[in-house]
């Protein structure tokens, strides 16, 4: 029985063989198709290895000359319509622009370049000797790029770029010493074809990292040749947080606290500070101009570890970008940026200071010269220290006695002074705003302060409007606070002469 069974079961699998023979057969050979046979090589031509990534039959496609790897590479000479550049393999297989010496260079544009050119895979021989006028027709009797590859060993391959293909997907090009015409892909068009500068990252700075941005000084942006807002570090004793890694002031214009956050959080742009592409390496005056450059609108300055840097910007162009060039090489490369990615350029004085103004610790001023209408008075200030190691303070003036709960009603007061919150840039013009500064009537309530270091400055706050007070430091002001606040100084201000208690969070 089962023999019987087993003849049958032999039979049917040797049909599915033969199915599966047929099978293959149809696949190789698919209906109305020719098998594609290997094309009869020219001298020195070699038959493709394998397929580079474009939709090219491996056993038909033709490579050029010896396919060379980036190992291989020595350097990449590269001519084309903005000028000759040189590509050179460093011993760690990276490459540098002998041009250019030092530019950081752009990974993937490189890469680029190193496949196109050394792994010339032919697309299709369409001309096996050309004759002058077919070199002519295609573009390559006098071409107009090319490149030049030099391996290791010293042998040179040259490839000549013509004419872009109809289809715009490829070029027309020619190996040196050969009269055969080839196509080649677009990949061309993002490595042989692109200006040198197109490598290059639109680095603006060197040297600055996580670990240390925070240790920049010296941070100014100009106007024009004029000085607009400049950062400095404060002091130790300065600090109101001693044990904070960033406090900064404005060392122009005096008088302020800095915003720290956003202080912070420009120069911690600064790490990775660069354009989005390069958009230019300088060759003559002309290349300023182009873009906006010639007397600098935005000039940078700033220290880091001992070495000064200097970056300089356009304003907004008409093609909706900033460009920006810095002093990190010999040569200049003007850097593309999205205009938001460099806004803090433009931004108002009010968004470099800090929302409390005269955040000044006590503990370092010697005397308090404050004025009202009706008042003039010059508090003087001794600090110390008690038996326990605790810091004290004695105050005395002509008007005023202070005991023990004057003293704490003293620095109440001194709370609601240093507690004066800008609101915002004031709505009069600047020469309103200087006539008004200019105008002791107008003012609300005036305060100097005298530090142990001798540095004077004097604050003010004067009736602009009827919500408005304009905020002065020695003299010039160009933001306002809520003139309830000034009203609300002035009226603390007689409380501690009355001997009364001072809320220096309340509103009056």
């Known amino acids: 029985m089962k023999k019987k069974l087993l003849i049958p079961l032999i039979a049917l699998g040797a049909a599915a063989l033969i199915l599966a023979a047929g099978l293959i057969v149809l696949n190789v050979t698919k209906p109305g198709e020719a098998e594609k046979e290997p094309p009869t090589l020219l001298p020195e031509e070699l038959l493709g290895e394998d397929d580079p990534g474009e939709a090219i039959e491996r056993e038909t496609s033709i490579l050029m000359f010896p396919r060379r790897d980036r190992q291989k590479i020595a350097s990449i000479l590269i001519h084309n319509d903005s000028g000759e550049y040189t590509l050179v393999r460093k011993p760690d297989d990276t490459f540098y622009l002998a041009e250019l010496p030092g530019a950081p260079l752009i990974d993937e544009t490189v890469a680029s370049a190193v496949v196109t050119s050394g792994y010339v895979l032919v697309r299709e021989r369409i001309v096996d000797s050309a004759t002058d006028e077919q070199l002519a027709e295609y573009g390559l009797d006098d071409p107009k790029a090319w490149w030049v590859l030099t391996d ?4 040179e391959f040259r490839v000549n770029v013509g004419d872009r293909m109809i289809s715009g ?43 240390n941005y925070f240790n920049i000084e010296d941070f100014t942006i100009f106007h024009g040749s004029d000085p607009f807002v400049s950062v400095t570090a404060c002091e130790p004793e300065e600090k109101l947080n001693p044990d904070a890694i960033v406090e900064a002031k ?24 660069a354009g989005d592409e390069t958009a230019c390496v300088v060759k003559s005056k002309e290349d300023y101009e182009r873009f906006g450059l010639k007397d600098a609108p935005y000039t940078v300055h700033f220290s880091l570890e001992g070495k000064d840097h ?16 810095s002093d990190l090489f010999e040569y200049m490369l003007i850097g593309r940026f999205d205009a938001e990615s460099v806004s803090w350029l433009r931004a108002g004085l009010f968004r470099w200071v800090a929302d409390y103004p005269l955040q000044i610790n006590i503990s370092t001023v010697s005397s308090l010269r404050v004025r009202t209408a009706d008042r003039d008075i010059t508090f003087k200030l001794t600090h110390g220290v008690d038996a326990n190691g605790s810091a004290t303070l004695d105050v005395s003036s002509d008007v005023v006695s ?8 003293f620095r109440q007061f001194y709370k609601t002074v240093i507690g004066s919150k800008l609101k915002g840039d004031s709505s009069l013009s600047e020469d309103e705003r200087a006539a008004l ?7 609300i309530f005036r305060i100097t302060f005298n530090t142990a270091d001798g540095k004077e400055l004097e604050y003010g706050f004067y009736r602009a409007t009827t919500r408005e007070a304009l905020f ?7 933001f306002y606070i809520n003139i309830d606040w000034a009203e609300k100084l002035s009226s603390d201000l007689e409380r501690l002469i009355a001997g009364l208690d001072i809320d220096s969070y309340g509103k009056d």
């Open 152 to 155: 290791t060993a010293g042998k």
């Open 169 to 211: 997907d490829g070029y027309y090009c020619s190996f040196e010493g050969r009269r055969a015409v080839y196509t080649l892909g677009s990949s061309i068009g993002n490595s042989i074809l692109l200006p040198c500068e197109k490598y290059v990252t639109a680095a603006m700075t060197a040297g600055v990292t996580q670990e």
């Open 250 to 273: 404005l060392a122009y214009p005096q008088g302020y606290r800095a915003n720290d956050s956003f202080f912070i959080s420009v120069t911690g742009g600064f790490v990775s500070l």
């Open 310 to 325: 200097d970056l300089f910007f356009s304003d907004v162009q008409e093609d909706g970008y900033v460009y920006g060039i």
């Open 402 to 409: 202070f005991d023990n709960a004057n003293i704490y009603n």
């Open 437 to 443: 500064a200019a105008d002791g009537s107008k003012a």
């Open 472 to 478: 002065t430091v020695n003299g010039k002001g160009d």
